[in-house]
């Protein structure tokens, strides 16, 4: 199995019109999308409540995967789905009250650029995709650090931009991984898409995004990684969900269905 670790996954508006929504729990209530239910087996659902209940106990992350991954005999994308989509109760509770599902007019707005577009990407090329237990969209991780289909990829990122611009920021921060291959063409093309459209915008190629991230001095930030979620004390946007919810009608299995 790759080594879960290895994938890549940081003032608020005074009047209630400019508020962000947050997002409520999405928990029993919430079943799955239409037809997800075929890809979750019985073995499946045993080993989320079973990892589950080991993360709540505080149990190691990385032990209690082996365990219930080896109990229940999953696959390698079970037991990425299981790393990836199901947190503890309490963690699940902390992101949760982070995030927001629309972002307010006028914020100032930190990227995790490969984070969302490698989850785009990932669900044009039908990796399975799921809503984790903390509310926000995640995939098995298959393609993360590495660009196989760059009209694919820079198709994304034009589609991203033209979200962007809709949404009425003061200041975007678009953050992408200098480490990753092609970074830096993927820069260029991502300004140029904002400057076609005339946004306010910098794009940056650091080494280490998830520190700007997770220490981001704005609103708000967009990413879906659990890590940079747990440190940041700003709100985080779903922007991946948000796009794909939007321009594709995308709905996705709610993993906290099964737990109950």
Request: aromatic fraction near 10%.
């Amino acid at each position: 199995m790759e080594k879960p670790g290895d994938f890549k996954e940081s003032s608020r508006a005074e009047d209630a019109d400019s508020a962000p929504t947050v997002a409520a729990e999405e928990g029993p209530e919430s079943p799955p999308a239409e037809g997800a239910s075929n890809h979750f087996d019985e073995a499946f659902i045993g080993a989320a409540r079973d990892y589950r209940m080991l993360l709540d106990k505080e149990y190691p992350v990385d032990a209690s995967l082996k365990l219930v991954g080896d109990r229940y005999r999953l696959s390698h994308n079970g037991r990425m789905m299981l790393y990836r989509g199901i947190l503890s109760r309490s963690a699940s509770q902390i992101d949760l009250a982070k995030l927001v599902r629309n972002p307010w007019e006028g914020a100032t707005l930190g990227i995790d650029g490969y984070n969302i577009l490698f989850t785009l990407t990932n669900y044009m090329h039908g990796h399975p995709m799921f809503i984790a237990t903390d509310g926000f969209l995640r995939d098995v991780g298959g393609a993360h650090g590495r660009i196989a289909d760059h009209r694919g990829f820079e198709r994304m990122a034009g589609l991203t931009v033209d979200i962007l611009a809709t949404l009425n920021l003061d200041q975007i921060t678009f953050f992408l991984d200098a480490p990753v291959s092609s970074s830096g063409r993927q820069a260029g093309f991502i300004r140029e898409a904002f400057a076609r459209r005339g946004i306010n915008a910098e794009v940056r190629l650091e080494n280490g995004v998830d520190h700007f991230l997770a220490y981001w001095e704005g609103e708000l930030i967009a990413t879906a990684d659990s890590a940079i979620i747990a440190r940041t004390k700003a709100h985080v946007f779903d922007l991946a969900r948000y796009i794909l919810e939007r321009q594709f009608s995308a709905r996705f299995p709610q993993l906290a269905f099964f737990l109950e």
